[in-house]
Structure formats: C-alpha cells, structure tokens
C-alpha cells in the first residue's frame, strides 16, 4: 500500500493508540493537517503552541500515556521549546511533532526555518530529523517507545514538508525492527539482586528511617507498592511536590511534603534520619537546600531508573538502577524473607525500636503542624483558607493543576492527595503559565474526573488564551487564580531578602478585570473578595459542566509562604512562620 | 585548551573514553554539546569510523575527577545513539597522538631538524626553501617533547590530531592466567 508521509505519520499514530492530539497547522505541517480529517484520532486546536505542549504534558499527567502535540516549523517549533524543556525536566512522556522546510532548502535560512532539532536538543531524551518517508513508521514507533519507557521524557520528531509529501510503501515494523535500529538503549529495570537485599537489611536495622519519595513513584505505577512497603516496615514516608498523591496524606505514616516549603516535620524528620529510602527521586536542591548539611546523618538506600541520578547529588550507600515499582516489591519481598529466616533477631534481639522515632514524630506534628493566621478582619482573604474550603468541597479525587509560585506551594501544602495522578505541576522547571493548558489536558484525558486548577494572577495572564480553546471544544475545567495583585513569589523573595524593595512586582487585582475576560473566552467568570463568599463560589463552579469557570479570588497581598528554607541555607534553619527567625517582618 | 601549558599530556587526573557511537548524522553534536550544557570540559576529540560502517568511535580525553568522570559517563550514556562507553586507564592503553607541524627551516637548521625528525622517528612531508612540514605519530608524551624542540626552531604552524587509544594487551601467558584463576 502506498502512503504519502503525512498519510503514514498520521496511521502510525493511530497504530500506537493515539487518541488525541494538541497543535495547531502552518506552511510546513500542512500535508499531515489533511489526513487527520479522515482519521478517528481527536485533534484539539490550541490558540499558542505552548499551550499545546503544556495540554499534551497535562493528558501524560493524569493518563501515563505519552501526550501528543503537533505544530509546524520555525516559530512553532520555538514556542513549544518550554512545555519540551517542562516535561524533559519532569520526566513527562510526550511526542512532539514539527513541520521543517523541504529537505533541499535545510541550511539556507528559507521561510520559517530553524533547527529545530539543533534547539530542542538540550531538551529532549531524542529527536529526529526525518529524511525519508519510508523510515516514518519505524521513527514513530521508536519515538514512543522512548518516550515512555527508561526513565521518561519527551521526544521530537521534526518532518521536512517534502518527505510529508514523498509516497512510500507502508509496513508497520516489528518489536525486533525497533531493537535492532536501537542499539544503544535499554533501559535497566530490573535491580541488582544483592542491592536489594542490602537495603532490605539497611532497612530492617534502620531506627530512624525516612522513606523520601518521589516522582519516579508515579511514572513507574508504584503507588500500591510502596504503601505496602510503608505499611509492612512502619517507615513513615515524605512525599515530594512530583510526588504528591503517590502516598495517600491521609494515611498515618504520611509525613506531607519536604523542602523549600515543606512542613517541619518532612524537612526535619530527613534531617534527623539514620536511613533515607530514596524512591525515585533525585536530590533537588529544592529539596536538600545545602547539600553538605542535607540529612548528615543519614545512609542512604537509592532507587531510580535513571542510573546517572545515583551519585548525582549525594552517593548512596546502597545504588539500585531500577523501575521503581518492580525493586519496591522486591525489596518488601527481601524484607518479609529477613523476617521470616530470623524471627527471634528481627522481632526482637537486632530489631531496633522505633517507638522513640515514631513518638518524635508526632510528637513534632503536634508542635509544629502548617498554619497560618486567619486575618484579623474581613478585607482580606488568605489564600491559604481558599485552598482549604477548595479542598472540602471537591471530591476525593478531583485533579488539580497548579502555575507556579506561592499559590503552587499553598496547593501542594493545603490541599490533601488521596490518590495518585491528581496532582499536575511544574516542578523541575518551574513554568509560570502551565495551569490552564495542563488542566485543560488532563480534562481530556480523565472526561470522568473534576478537574481544578489554581492559578496565581501572574501565571494566568501567559496562557489564559487556551480557555478560548477550552471553551470552543467543549472542555470544563475550573480555574482558581488566587489574585494576590502580585508576582507573590518574587515579592515575597523581594520583601524577605531585599529589604522590602519592591522591584517590578505589582500586578495590579482590577487590570485586567478577570471576570470580563473569562466570559470574552466564553467562559463562567466569578470574583470572590470575603471569605463567606468562597464556598457558594466553589460551589457554583462545580454545577457548572459546560463550559469553562473562572474564580478571581481576591487574596491578602501580604501573605508569604511559610515553612521556608532560604535558598542555599541549610535545612536546619527552616523558618516556620513570620513571628519567627529572620522572615519575621 | 591551552596550548602553551607545558605538561598537559601528562596531569594525574586525565582520563581517556572510548565511546562507540551509531553512524548517524548529528551525533558528534550530541556528545559534544552534552559536555558544554553540563559542564564539562574535552581536553581533545578524536572521531573516525571504525571497520563496521553502522558505528564510529569517539575517544575523548577529559581532565576530572572520579566523580565527575562517573557523571559524564552516565550522562553520556543516555544519549540514545551512544552504544558503549569503555573508561581507558592511561596506564593500561596505548595511546597515540599524530603532529604536523611547519617549522622555520634555513640551510643553516635545516639538516639539524631532519636529523631530530629521524630521532624521533618522524617523516619530513613537505619542504620549502624555509621551511620544512614535519609530522610524527607517537605517544602524546613522546609528541610533547617533539613539539618543544621543534619551538626551538620556531614553528610557523602546528596541528595535533587529539588521541586515540586502545586497550593494551594481556602479556600474561595464557596458562599461567588458567592457573591463578583456579587459586584465586
Ligand atoms: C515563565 C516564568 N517566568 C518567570 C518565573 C519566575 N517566577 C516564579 S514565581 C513568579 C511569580 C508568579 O506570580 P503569580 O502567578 O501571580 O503567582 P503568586 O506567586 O503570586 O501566587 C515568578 C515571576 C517563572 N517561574 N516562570
Ligand atoms: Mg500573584
């Protein structure tokens, strides 16, 4: 059967089971716009091409399945630079396709070329610049494979609109065909065998042990067993701001989020640790602060299956390259071995006792839980309690998305995460803009689910645009910008370490008017300024199934995120709270 | 990469990779603009096909330490095209460098510099009224002192290839070998 390379690409998207993509067509793309009127596969036209690469990484969120986006060349291909660098920074599968000039014009500056390849080099697992309609199928079926396997991340396939044209013989390659024109990748997956019983008997004799996770949890679909890991050895477990939902927050063994903004426990309970389990995550400095005075007492058990992560930050003492869930079940089935070949050691001779770690615990849970201050009148709204009620009034499990800043920390610290995919964000890269294209993409890819997101006023002004798309298409996601007037985050860096010089910070809560707006976008706008307001809100917003619900929440300008670690302190000195330490102004 | 420092062959820290790579179009891009984005840096670079045409192989000297070296390793064996790295310790490779180098060559040194090319075991590949073109393919070490003493004639010109290694061979007999095997 003969296809032209447009047809190809398109049915070799059909073949991997590609249900929707985000993009949005120009000169050099055009041949692949036209099969995809007769295909089943959903497109979705996005209004920026960011918008589409942040969409595609929200739908691989909340499905697993690597998200799909297809722009055209040159500026194109540049504006989807940032969602490629977010989901390469994150670990997200996605497939990005770019249109390129013809083949015989590659080099010559022609209209609307770029490297595309060159460019996105940096930040994707592999790209491919595509020169023969004949390898299409075989580059595509890599390209997934890639993309969602190892540790995962986004890839890029850039078409010259020659070979879009070019006829070719179509033939969907094999499993073999893919291994043999890969040489160079296969990913570890399963761990060393002594590794793993190494860390079951670093764990058994652990007094202090910390299980820190993170989003490795996730990618690699190991909710489940690390909750029986939890549950069997008593360890409680931190889960990281890519982690949340991986650990249920309710559970009694859930220590929340650590870090930066972490609560004191989490932060502290890693610095007082004797062993730290480290799960799939990899020793952020948002995490660690200073590295040298990070959890100095602690061994350290590492897990990741990206091998290049052990010994990145911190050597462990015992590395395990792995998929997460397929080690985490074997270090639980090396753990009941040890208990079950030494009953009288593990119960009770070698066994330590962690009843004084434990009773530490809580005992720091109780002294120290997340708070923050009501406002002493009715002006202002604390964005703190807008999280709170959104939290008691969604169901379990809602999916929320977040932008980035200080109403991203409010989220991860006062929401709770029951379950895991509920959480979307930008972590590794920090993309101011990410909310609303990623919730819209995780709408797509869970129809079934209420999906929120919460949006500073900063964030929401870069790519508000796609609730047009959101609106047009039918897609009824729930936006929340905690509107501060402010960039908070800076202000709030500005007002602790800048001696309150305020520099290119203030927003303005009226300009633009964001209730006029998100209807302009066809979409519900509200504006909440009293705290009693904020539930009827909520409320409104959840009856509303149609189309798009935008909530300008009118929050206190003033407030700061607390915990804090100041960037390149030491984890020690967390500041709890604006009555304490330095931050206290 | 600092040409006049003296020495530069023979730092503790250098250490030689032997990166087998697929022959595709881009892929020295790859490993080279890895090492820039993370940090690090090539003393030299050498890249060639080898006999099977589906591969080339890169050999890069790089002067860090263990930790770094580890990282690099890692780092660059995720590139997808990169098939296989082998870490060479110096003290078990042989290693080979080739120099061309253009000196001042009057009636008056001419003779001289030949008679030290031939020491050396080098060629005279191009001459002129003077100047001469003088090239040796040797251990960087032995290339060093080559190229200081051509200075000292004065050298108009002067390209070195970057190494290339390979492993040394086993000198240990093969029975004795079967033999300590079974003690140990
Ligand atoms: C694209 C981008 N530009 C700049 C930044 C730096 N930055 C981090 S948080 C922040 C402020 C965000 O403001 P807003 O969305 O209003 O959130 P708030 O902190 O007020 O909750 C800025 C500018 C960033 N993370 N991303
Ligand atoms: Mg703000």
């Known amino acids: 059967m003969k296809l032209t390379g447009a047809q190809a690409l398109i049915k070799s ?59 055209t060349s040159g500026p194109a291909a540049t504006n989807i ?31 609307q070329e770029c490297d595309t390849t060159g460019i996105t080099q940096a930040v994707t697992k592999h790209n491919w610049l595509v020169t023969d309609a004949a390898d299409i199928p075989l580059v595509v079926r890599e390209a997934f494979h890639i993309a969602n396997s190892g540790r995962p991340g986004p ?49 058994a004799a652990a007094e202090r042990p910390v299980i820190y996770a993170g989003g490795g949890i996730l990618k690699a679909r190991a909710a489940e067993a690390l909750r029986e890991l939890a549950e ?5 477990v931190v889960t990281t701001l890519m ?42 400095d948002r995490v660690t602060g200073k590295v040298d005075a990070f959890a100095p007492g602690a061994k350290i058990v590492h897990v990741d299956i990206d091998p290049a992560e052990l010994g990145k930050v911190r050597r462990p ?31 009770s001779a070698s066994a330590p006792d962690r009843g004084p770690w434990m009773a530490q615990i809580r005992e720091w849970q109780t002294r120290f839980p997340l708070h923050y201050e009501m406002a002493e009148d009715d002006r202002f709204l604390k964005p703190q309690f807008v999280i709170e009620t959104l939290r008691e009034n969604t169901p379990e499990d809602v999916i ?26 930008s972590g590794g890269l920090g993309t101011m803009g990410f909310a609303v294209p990623a919730a819209i993409g995780a709408k797509v890819g869970r129809p079934d689910r209420m999906v929120w997101a919460v949006d500073g006023d900063g964030c929401f002004q870069m790519t508000a645009q796609e609730l047009v798309t959101a609106s047009a298409e039918r897609i009824p996601v729930k936006i929340a910008i905690l509107n501060n007037a402010y960039l908070g985050m800076v202000r709030q860096w500005q007002e602790l370490f800048y001696e309150e010089r305020y520099s290119e910070v203030y927003l303005s809560p009226d300009l633009p008017d964001y209730v006029k707006w998100a209807e302009a976008m066809g979409c519900v706008g509200l504006r909440v300024e009293h705290a009693e307001e904020v539930q009827p809100a909520i409320e409104k917003a959840n009856s509303i199934d149609d189309r798009p619900v935008v909530i300008d929440f009118r929050t206190d300008s003033r407030e700061k995120v607390y915990p804090m670690v100041p960037a390149g302190g030491s984890n020690d000195d967390i500041i709890l709270g604006p009555s304490q330490g330095e931050g206290g102004r | 990469m600092s040409p006049t420092s003296p020495g530069r062959h023979t730092t503790a820290r250098h250490h030689i990779l032997s990166v087998l790579v697929e022959n595709k179009a881009g892929v020295l891009a790859r490993v080279s603009g890895l090492f820039s984005r993370r940090g690090y840096n090539i003393y030299s670079l050498a890249v060639a096909p080898t006999d099977d045409e589906r591969f080339s192989r890169i050999t890069i000297v790089v002067d860090v330490g263990g930790t770094t070296l580890e990282q690099i390793t890692k780092q660059l064996f995720k590139l997808i095209n990169v098939v296989k790295i082998n870490e060479l310790d ?49 251990a960087p070490a032995r290339v060093d002192d080559f190229e200081e003493l051509m200075r000292a004639y004065g050298i108009v010109e002067l390209q070195r290839t970057g190494r290339v290694a390979l492993p040394k061979l086993d000198r240990q007999a093969p029975r004795l070998r079967s033999v300590t095997g079974k003690v140990g």
């Open chain 1, 13 to 71: 998207l059909e073949m991997e089971g590609v249900e929707v993509m985000f993009g949005l067509p120009g000169g050099c793309i055009l041949p692949v716009y036209d099969p995809i009127i007769d295909s089943p596969i959903r497109h979705i036209l996005v209004r920026h091409e960011q918008g589409a690469g942040h969409m595609a990484e929200g739908y691989a969120h909340v499905t697993g399945k690597p998200g799909v986006a297809m722009v």
């Open chain 1, 81 to 111: 630079v940032t969602p490629l660098c977010d989901a390469y920074m994150d670990s997200v599968p996605m497939v990005v396709i770019t249109g390129q000039v013809n083949t015989f014009a590659i080099g010559s500056d022609a209209f």
């Open chain 1, 155 to 203: 890839v890029l396939i850039d078409l010259p609109k020659d070979v879009a044209n070019q006829l070719m013989e179509w033939q969907w390659p094999t499993d073999a065909d893919v291994d043999a024109d890969l040489p160079g990748y296969k990913p570890t997956t399963k761990g060393n065998g002594r590794m793993i019983r190494e860390a079951a008997r670093m764990i």
């Open chain 1, 232 to 236: 069997l050895t008593g360890i409680p």
């Open chain 1, 243 to 284: 982690a949340r939902g991986a650990f249920p927050d309710s559970h009694p063994l859930a220590l929340g989020m650590p870090g930066m903004h972490g609560n004191y426990t989490a932060v502290t309970s890693m610095q007082k640790a004797d062993l730290l389990i480290a799960l799939g995550s990899r020793f952020d």
């Open chain 1, 317 to 347: 003492d015992v590395p395990i390259v792995g998929d997460c869930r397929s080690v985490i079940e074997e270090i639980t089935q090396a753990l009941r071995q040890l208990a079950a070949t030494a009953p009288e050691d593990a119960g």
């Open chain 1, 400 to 425: 929320l998305a977040s932008g980035v800043g200080q109403h991203q920390m409010w989220a991860s610290q006062h929401f709770r995460f029951e379950h895991p995919y509920t959480w979307v964000n």
């Open chain 2, 90 to 138: 110096p003290a078990q490779s042989t290693e080979m460098e080739l120099a061309l180098a253009t000196v001042k060559a009057d009636a008056g040194s001419r003779g001289e510099i030949i008679e030290m090319v031939n020491v050396f075991g080098g060629h005279v590949v191009d001459v002129s009224h003077d100047a001469l073109t003088v090239s040796l393919a040797d």
